[in-house]
C-alpha cells in the first residue's frame, strides 16, 4: 500500500500537488513560526527510532494510535538542516498520516482520502462526517498503591474536552469526534496519556506514577492550570497531606485541622486550640466529615490538638461557600475528609515518634488487585512527664483508630469500610478517697458501595453512624457522671449522570435520624430522677438535592444547585416553654408542659436552599468567579463559654423554641495564573447575612436546666470581607502570602440594648506568610508567619461588693479586645535516606513560637497586687480593694523534634 501511495503522489497533477500542499501547510502551520531545523540521516531505522530524534530535536512529543503507524518499521529518511513541517512532510509521504501541531505535542491523525483524478489520489484530513457517539470512562489510580485519585484531570490533547474524578476516582466522557489519546493529569504525578479507539465504548484505566520533583514542590492550595473552568469552583480549597508534613506544628504533631490556618477566610482562637470560625460564623457552623459521617469534637486534650490522624488522610476538601448540594446542615463551611484506601499491590508501614505521642499505620492487600486494608493509630505518652508536675493527675491520654477496608468485586461493583474512634481520658485524684475527671470520645462508622449502572451513570450508596459522648465524672470510683451525647444514622444515596464532557447531573436523596441527650447525671451508673424532665430529643432528617455543571463554551462553566430539606421531631420528648398570659391586667409568665408519645411528630422544619455559580476564563490566564449560594442549620451547639479549652460539647435540635438557622451568601472572585511557572494571585470579595442566630443572655445557666432555651437570645448577623493570596507552587522555594480584611457583626434582641456589636469571630486584620525552601535535596526548611486582630470579648465596666462576693458590672457586649495575636514557627525537614529507596525516614526539627511571642488567651479581672507587687486574689472584701487585670498565656517558644519513617 505504501508503494501505490508513492505512485500516486508522483503522478499527481500540478493542481492536486497544490491541493495536498496547501492542506499541509495548515496542519503544520503552527510549528512554522518556532522555525525548528532538524537534521536526521536515518537508513532503515525503526519509525520509534526516528520519532525520538524528531522529539528530541523539537522539544515537542508525538501522540497518536499505535494503529495509525507501525513503530517497528524501517524508515529512510534524509533531512539536513530543515524546518519541522519539511521533516514531517517527509515522513508523511506514501501513509494515510497528517500531522498538528498542538501546544507542545504533534498530533498524528490518519488522513481522509480525497479523489483529484481517476489516476491521482491524495490524503486530507478534512472530515466529512462525524464518527458515532462513543463513551469512554473508567478509574484514575496511583501505579504503586492502586489509591483512586480525587480530582484528577482527563483531556483530549488540544480539545476543550475534559473531565474531573469524582470521590472514588472515576471519570466519564462521551464524545462524537475523532480522538487519538486521553491526557491524564494529577498534582505531583507524571502525565500519562493512553490511546483511544474512536467510535467504541471502552474503559480506560489511568496508572499514574508519582513525579518525586512535583512532590516536593506541592502546595497547600493547588489545582490544574488546563480546564481551569471544569475544576475551579467558588470558594473552594484543597489540602494535600505532603503540604502538612512540611508545616512546623506544636511539639511536632502534624495537625490537619490546624492547617486549616493558611486558608484565606478560616480564622482561629490562638495558641492551644482547634477552634475555628469561618466568613463571620460561630464554631457549630463548620462541619467535618471523615469519610462522609460527622465529627461533633475534633479534639484531643481540651482543643491542643485535632482527631485528623495525617497519615490517614488521601484528601481534604473545604468549602467556605457555595457548598455541593449534596451537602448541607452547616451555615459556614465543610471540611470534606477522605481516608487512604490502602494499597492494592504490596504491604507498607509508616509512622512517627513525637515528644507527646506515637503514630502507627498499616497497609496492604488482602488479595491482591482486589481487597485491600488501612489501619492507623495514634497514642499519647503524656501522664508520666505530668506527674513530675502534679502527682495528683492519675491518668491523662488521648489516641486515635482509623481503619478501612476497601473491595473490589468487579469492574462495576466497589465496598468500602471503614471506622474511627477517638477517646480523650483526665483522671486526678480530687481527696484521697477518690478521683474526679473527664472522658469524651467520638466514633464514625461508614459503608459505601459503588455501583456503575452503565459507563455513564455512577452512584454511591453510603450508609453511617457517628457518635460524641462526654462524661465529666464527679466520683470515679462510684460511677458518678454527668453525661452528654449526640449521635446520627443515615442513608445516602448519590447519582452522578455523565451526560457529554460538558454537561454533568448529580442527584440523590438522604435519610437521617438524630439523637441529642442535653444531659443526665449518673449516679453509679443509674440515670438520677432530679424531680423535672431533661429530656432527650429525637429528630429524622429527610433531603433531597440535584445539582448540575453546564460547560458552555471555552469560557464559561455554570453550576447549579438546589436542595430541598424536611425536619422532624418526634416523640417521645418533653417540651417546656414560657407563655405570657393576663392575670388581672398584670402580664404573669406561664409554663407550659407537653409531653409526646414515642414516634409522634410533633413539629416540622423546611428549607429550600438553591445554588448558583458561574466561572468564566478570560484568556488563559484570568478567572473570574461568581456565585450565590443559601445554606439551613438545624442543630445547634449550647455554649456560653468563650474558652478554648473546652471539650463540653452540648447539642439540640431545631424544634418549637428554636427555629432552624439560614444564611445568604454571595461572592465575586478573581484568579491571575502568571506567566511565572506556579505563580499565581487569589482574590475573593464576600458578603453573608445569617438569621435566627442564637447567643445567651448574661448569667445564663446552660447546664441540668429544662429550661434552656429560655437562656437563649435570636437575631442575625452579618460578614463581609476580602480575601487575597499569592501562591507559588514550583521551583525550590514555594509557599504563599495570604490576607484577609473582614468584619463580622451581630445583633440580637434583649443584648447590648438591642445594638449591634461584634461577634466572637470578628478579627479584621489576618495576615498569614508561609515559606519552604528545598536547601538540598535531603533538607527543607519552612517557616510560617501568623498575624491576627485580637478576639473580641467583654471586661467588666466596673464591680461592687456583696456578701464578700465581687460582682462585675457589663455595660455593652464585646467591648474589648485580646491583644494582636502574632507568631512565627520554623521547622527543618532533614531526609536521611535516598529518594530511590523503599525505606524513606527524616528527622523533623521545629521551633513554635521563635521569638517567644507571650500571647494572652484569657484576661482575670480577680487580683490584686500585695507590698512586694505579685498579683495574688484578694481576701478583705471590706476594704474594696483596687483589681488589675492580668494575663493567661500558654508558652512561649516550644522546641521539638520527630522521628518519621515509611516503607
Known amino acids: ?101 498542538l501546544e507542545k505535542q504533534i498530533v498524528i491523525k490518519r488522513a481522509r482520502r480525497l479523489k483529484v483524478d481517476s489516476d491521482a489520489e ?79 465504548n471502552q474503559m480506560l484505566h489511568f496508572a499514574m506514577e508519582k513525579d518525586i520533583a512535583a512532590i516536593a514542590e506541592v502546595s497547600i492550595y493547588s489545582d490544574e492550570g488546563e480546564n481551569m473552568i471544569r475544576t475551579i469552583r467558588s470558594s473552594e480549597e484543597r489540602i494535600y497531606p505532603e503540604s502538612v508534613r512540611k508545616m512546623p506544628a506544636l511539639f511536632g504533631e502534624k495537625d490537619v485541622i490546624k492547617s486549616l490556618a493558611a486558608v484565606p477566610g478560616i480564622k482561629f482562637f490562638g495558641d492551644g486550640s482547634t477552634i475555628f470560625f469561618v466568613r463571620g460564623g460561630s464554631r457549630d457552623q463548620n462541619m467535618i466529615t471523615i469519610d462522609e459521617a460527622p465529627v461533633y469534637n475534633p479534639t484531643h486534650l481540651l482543643g491542643y490538638f485535632s482527631t485528623i490522624v495525617p497519615d490517614a488522610i488521601k484528601d481534604v476538601k473545604i468549602y467556605k ?42 497497609e496492604g492487600p488482602l488479595w491482591k488487585e482486589h481487597i485491600s486494608f488501612f489501619a492507623s493509630g495514634r497514642h499519647s505518652y503524656i501522664t508520666r512527664p505530668l ?91 462510684d460511677n458518678d457522671y454527668w453525661n452528654s451525647c449526640i449521635d446520627n444514622l443515615s442513608l445516602k444515596y448519590d447519582f452522578t449522570y455523565y451526560v457529554n464532557p460538558d454537561y454533568t447531573l448529580r442527584f440523590g436523596f438522604l435519610t437521617a435520624g438524630h439523637f441529642h441527650d442535653p444531659g443526665n447525671v449518673y449516679r453509679g451508673g443509674v440515670e438520677w430522677d432530679p424531680g423535672y424532665d431533661l429530656s432527650v430529643r429525637h429528630a429524622r432528617e429527610y433531603a433531597m438535592y440535584i445539582s448540575n455543571q453546564f460547560i458552555i463554551n471555552k469560557r464559561i462553566s455554570i453550576r447549579a444547585g438546589l436542595r430541598v430539606t424536611a425536619w422532624q421531631n418526634k416523640g417521645p420528648a418533653t417540651e417546656y416553654q414560657i407563655l405570657k398570659v393576663s392575670e388581672g391586667g398584670i402580664m404573669r409568665d406561664s409554663l407550659a408542659v407537653s409531653s409526646y408519645p414515642d414516634g409522634e411528630v410533633y413539629h416540622q422544619s423546611f428549607a429550600l436552599d438553591p445554588r448558583i455559580s458561574m466561572v468564566y476564563q478570560g484568556g488563559s490566564k484570568n478567572i473570574f468567579k461568581l456565585s450565590y449560594s443559601r445554606a439551613s442549620q438545624f442543630q445547634y451547639l449550647i455554649t456560653n463559654s468563650i474558652s478554648p479549652f473546652t471539650s463540653l460539647e452540648v447539642w439540640l435540635p431545631a424544634g418549637p423554641n428554636v427555629k432552624p438557622q439560614f444564611a445568604h451568601q454571595f461572592t465575586l472572585g478573581y484568579t491571575r495564573r502568571t506567566s511565572v511557572p506556579g505563580l499565581s494571585f487569589d482574590m475573593e470579595v464576600y458578603y453573608k447575612q445569617m438569621n435566627k442566630l442564637i447567643d445567651y443572655r448574661d448569667h445564663a445557666r446552660m447546664l441540668m436546666n429544662p429550661l434552656v432555651e429560655e437562656e437563649l437570645r435570636f437575631g442575625k448577623g452579618t460578614a463581609y470581607g476580602l480575601e487575597t493570596i499569592l501562591n507559588k507552587e514550583q521551583g525550590r522555594l514555594t509557599g504563599w502570602i495570604s490576607y484577609t480584611l473582614s468584619r463580622a457583626i451581630s445583633q440580637m434582641e434583649d443584648i447590648n440594648g438591642g445594638d449591634p456589636y461584634p461577634s466572637y469571630s470578628d478579627r479584621p486584620h489576618d495576615f498569614s506568610l508561609y515559606l519552604s ?87 482575670h479581672f480577680n487580683k490584686t497586687m500585695d507590698a512586694n507587687g505579685n498579683f495574688v486574689v484578694p481576701v478583705d472584701y471590706y476594704s474594696n480593694p483596687e483589681l488589675f487585670s492580668t494575663q493567661y498565656y500558654l508558652y512561649g517558644i516550644v522546641p521539638s523534634i520527630s522521628y518519621h519513617f515509611n516503607f
Not at 35 to 60: C, F, K, N, W, Y
Not at 325 to 337: F, M, V
Not at 453 to 472: A, C, H, K, Q
Request: glycine content about 6%.
Open 321 to 362: 461557600g457555595d457548598f455541593p448540594a449534596s451537602y448541607g446542615g452547616r451555615l459556614s463551611s465543610l471540611i470534606d475528609i477522605h481516608t487512604k484506601d490502602g494499597n492494592m499491590n504490596h504491604f507498607g508501614m509508616d509512622g512517627s515518634m513525637g515528644l507527646l505521642s506515637s503514630r502507627l499505620s498499616l
Open 1 to 101: 500500500m505504501g508503494k501505490d501511495a508513492r505512485i500516486s503522489l508522483n503522478g499527481m497533477s500540478g493542481f492536486g500537488f497544490k491541493i495536498f500542499l496547501l492542506v499541509s501547510l495548515q496542519i503544520v502551520a503552527p510549528a512554522l513560526s518556532a522555525q525548528q531545523r532538524i537534521t536526521i540521516l536515518a537508513d532503515e531505522l525503526p519509525m520509534r527510532e526516528v520519532l525520538d530524534q524528531i522529539e528530541e530535536q523539537s522539544g515537542l512529543i508525538f501522540s497518536y494510535n499505535s494503529r495509525l503507524i507501525d513503530e517497528d518499521e524501517h524508515v529512510s529518511i534524509r533531512a539536513s538542516e530543515l524546518s519541522l513541517d519539511e521533516v514531517l512532510t517527509k515522513l508523511s509521504s506514501g501513509r494515510k498520516i497528517t500531522f498538528e501541531v
Open 773 to 859: 525552601w528545598a536547601l538540598h535535596p535531603r533538607f527543607t526548611l519552612s517557616s510560617n508567619f501568623i498575624y491576627m486582630t485580637g478576639v473580641p470579648f467583654s471586661t467588666p465596666t466596673g464591680f461592687y461588693y456583696y456578701d464578700k462576693h465581687q460582682v462585675p458590672i457589663y455595660a455593652a457586649r464585646n467591648n474589648d479586645r485580646l491583644p494582636d495575636y502574632h507568631r512565627m514557627d520554623v521547622a527543618l525537614n532533614w531526609h536521611l535516606s535516598k529518594a530511590e529507596r523503599r525505606y524513606q525516614h527524616e528527622l523533623i526539627f521545629s521551633v513554635y513560637n521563635l521569638y517567644n511571642q507571650i500571647n494572652p488567651v484569657a484576661l
Open 122 to 200: 491524495v490524503f486530507t484530513d478534512s472530515i466529512t462526517s462525524l464518527p458515532m457517539k462513543f463513551t469512554v470512562s473508567g478509574y484514575v489510580k496511583d501505579a504503586e498503591t492502586g489509591e483512586v485519585l480525587i480530582g484528577a484531570t482527563i483531556a483530549i490533547p488540544g480539545g476543550a474536552e475534559g473531565c474531573i474524578t469524582n470521590n472514588y476516582g472515576f471519570y466519564s466522557m462521551t464524545l462524537q469526534r475523532e480522538i487519538e489519546k486521553l491526557f491524564c493529569t494529577y498534582v505531583g504525578y507524571r502525565n500519562l496519556a493512553i490511546p483511544v479507539n474512536t467510535g467504541e
Open 387 to 477: 506527674q513530675n508536675w502534679n502527682k495528683n493527675i492519675t491518668d491523662l491520654h488521648f489516641s486515635d483508630f482509623h481503619l478501612k477496608l476497601n473491595y473490589k468485586i468487579n469492574p462495576k461493583n466497589r465496598v468500602f469500610f471503614s471506622i474511627y474512634r477517638g477517646e480523650d481520658n483526665f483522671e486526678a485524684l480530687s481527696r484521697a478517697d477518690f478521683s474526679t475527671g473527664i472522658n469524651w470520645k467520638n466514633a464514625t462508622t461508614t459503608f459505601r458501595w459503588n455501583h456503575l449502572f452503565s459507563d455513564r451513570l455512577f452512584s454511591n450508596l453510603t450508609l453511617l453512624g457517628s457518635r460524641y459522648d462526654y462524661r465529666l465524672f464527679t466520683h470515679k470510683e
